[in-house]
């Protein structure tokens, strides 16, 4: 079983809609959790951090449900330029630990 | 920017030939990691370097090894290249003290005909 388990979709939206991107992680040791973007063949790029009592950052949202061990990311108002791949991401143990992707989520936003 | 530079940008090699691919990291990265990219799929984990020496190794052969050098700078070589080994392959550092926040290079496209 692998570590991260994503659907790769391709999620395929209008401008201005909702999208929710779900990921399973098998670890219960896992302590991070994060959400990357990357853009077609470039490296990784940070969205959000993603903690116990969810977060949100402009359109968006992350959830974190650790019993189920269970991540989410909504993005709202979707806009042509949140185009890319969406990697869903857990870290174990210590802050020098290894990071375990997802395979990703494929968004295509189109006009 | 990152500030972390990857050379070269694209490569192209044969099956059993050696790869060397370099990476340069901002002063003060101590940790240096590195992640084989296949097409379709999330980055893997080949190996992390702290201050010079390997602290922490994914499912990779041997014939996977690197070096981390006090300029911050590191290595990824690759020896009896197999067609497999056809990826994209990132580093990534980050600073003593907020090892949270990894900075990725733009990454290494190899192809292994």
């Known amino acids: 079983r692998k570590e991260v388990e994503q659907d790769p979709g391709p999620f395929n939206v209008p401008e201005g809609a909702t999208v929710a991107f779900n990921c399973t992680y098998s670890?219960?040791?896992?302590?991070?959790f994060f959400w990357y973007r990357q853009d077609c063949r470039k490296e990784p790029k940070l969205l959000m951090s993603?903690?116990?009592s969810g977060n949100e950052d402009g359109r968006f949202t992350a959830q974190l449900n650790r019993a189920s061990q269970y991540i989410s990311l909504l993005i709202r108002d979707s806009k042509l330029s949140d185009s890319a791949t969406y990697l869903c991401?857990?870290?174990?143990?210590?802050?020098?630990?290894?990071?375990?992707f997802g395979r990703g989520t494929q968004l295509t936003v189109w006009p | 920017e990152t500030g972390v530079t990857q050379s070269p940008t694209h490569l192209i090699k044969t099956r059993g030939q050696q790869v060397t691919l370099r990476c340069s990291s901002q002063?003060?990265?101590?940790?240096v990691s590195w992640y084989q990219q296949a097409l379709g799929q999330g980055p893997q984990f080949i190996f992390q370097?702290?201050?010079?020496?390997?602290?922490g190794r994914g499912n990779f052969p041997p014939r996977f090894s690197g070096l981390q050098f006090p300029n911050y700078s590191s290595e990824l070589n690759v020896n009896a290249l197999e067609l497999d080994d056809s990826a994209l392959y990132l580093c990534?550092?980050?600073?003593?003290?907020?090892?949270?926040?990894?900075?990725f290079g733009s990454g290494t496209q190899l192809s292994v005909l």
């Open positions: 993603v903690y116990s």
């Open positions: 670890n219960s040791a896992s302590q991070s």
């Open positions: 990534a550092s980050s600073l003593e003290g907020d090892k949270e926040k990894l900075f």
């Open positions: 002063s003060g990265h101590n940790t």
């Open positions: 991401v857990v870290r174990r143990g210590s802050t020098l630990g290894r990071l375990y």
């Open positions: 370097y702290y201050r010079e020496e390997e602290n």
